[in-house]
């Protein structure tokens, strides 16, 4: 089994700062005429989502591209999935047709872990259920960084994420990120959609946006993941927008430095108005264009670093 990576856990301090530093040089390769570098040449990264993606999926096959990988794509509706095929045998047969490494997204929390330790190649979790996002959070933590100019770490930046994080994998792999790296997490949402133990949680906790509005140097909006729903937690989505969204006039009572966040896809109208998500203060493009710089540092990283192909980055 090699090394995969899963969760935030799954990095020591050490690995953490590897990571940026890669994301830092393959961002410059993203800036030149051509963006492509033979880093990954002759390695082969399939995808394997079993749920729905647009930025996720696309910013993996990029970033193996640019790294001049070959990518296998596995579709769901036309996989033998759709003829009862498991997660198990559909997994070997992709490690059988030669992948050196699987990104996979999955609705079932622990599902990345599990595959992983039925192969031998390396996995990424792009998504488990409700439970990790680690690329996610890797990228949200360089974007901040960038922006406020805090080097390697994230200490004095107070960052809130609002919304619905019982449900979000985004939301989990963020906390243990950007606290290791030092921000000050707040979580805020009402009362159903915030995780009931937060024992494990570095965070705090409110159900009141406008107790964090003057005080975050980040807004980080979350869609409503109705889809993970087993319940009804919420009165209605207008009354969810009425108290979590973050309107044009909620944004003008943030820091005049504060930035806002979102992992995409956004609702305009529910959780974010159009105003906030197209302002100049929105880092939401960046987000997505960081992305591609930072997955291609993970592929290389677990692909590539330990094998002796550093020099061959270029
Ligand atoms: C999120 C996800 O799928 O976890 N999106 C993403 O990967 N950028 C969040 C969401 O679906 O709301």
Do not use: C
Not at 209 to 216: F, K
Not at 262 to 271: A, F, N, S, T
Request: glycine share 6%; aromatic share 6%; no cysteine.
């Amino acid at each position: 089994m090699s090394r995969s990576l899963t969760s935030i856990a799954d990095l020591s301090d050490d690995d953490i700062s590897q990571l940026l530093e890669l994301s830092r040089i393959f961002l410059e390769v993203n800036q030149r005429e051509i963006p492509k570098v033979p880093a990954l040449r002759g390695k082969t990264v399939a995808t394997l989502f079993f749920e729905n993606s647009t930025r996720t999926r696309l910013s993996f096959e990029l970033a193996a591209t640019r790294l001049s990988a070959d990518v296998l794509t596995f579709t769901l509706t036309t996989s033998s999935v759709s003829k009862g095929e498991s997660l198990r045998d559909t997994a070997e047969t992709i490690e059988s047709l030669g992948a050196d490494l699987i990104v996979m997204r999955h609705f079932s929390s622990g599902s990345v872990q599990l595959v992983s330790s039925w192969l031998e190649i390396p996995l990424v979790n792009a998504g488990d259920g409700a439970h990790e996002h680690p690329t996610q959070a890797l990228l949200d933590a360089y974007a901040i960084m960038e922006h406020f100019n805090t080097g390697k770490r994230l200490d004095g930046i107070s960052v809130a994420i609002v919304g619905d994080v019982l449900h979000s994998r985004v939301a989990r792999s963020n906390v243990q990120l950007l606290s290791r790296l030092g921000a000050q997490v707040t979580l805020v949402g009402p009362p159903a959609l915030i995780p009931l133990d937060l024992s494990l949680w570095p965070a705090r906790a409110t159900n009141s946006l406008e107790d964090v509005l003057s005080e975050s140097d980040v807004i980080y909006m979350l869609r409503v993941q109705s889809e993970r729903f087993t319940e009804s937690l919420i009165p209605s989505m207008s009354e969810f927008s009425r108290l979590f969204s973050l309107t044009a006039e909620r944004l003008e009572r943030t820091r005049k430095e504060a930035v806002v966040m979102h992992p995409g896809p956004i609702i305009r109208g529910v959780e974010i108005a159009a105003e906030a998500a197209d302002s100049s203060r929105s880092l939401i493009r960046t987000q997505v264009t960081t992305g591609v710089g930072v997955r291609m540092a993970v592929l290389y990283w677990l692909l590539g670093a330990n094998q002796g192909r550093l020099e061959s980055i270029w």
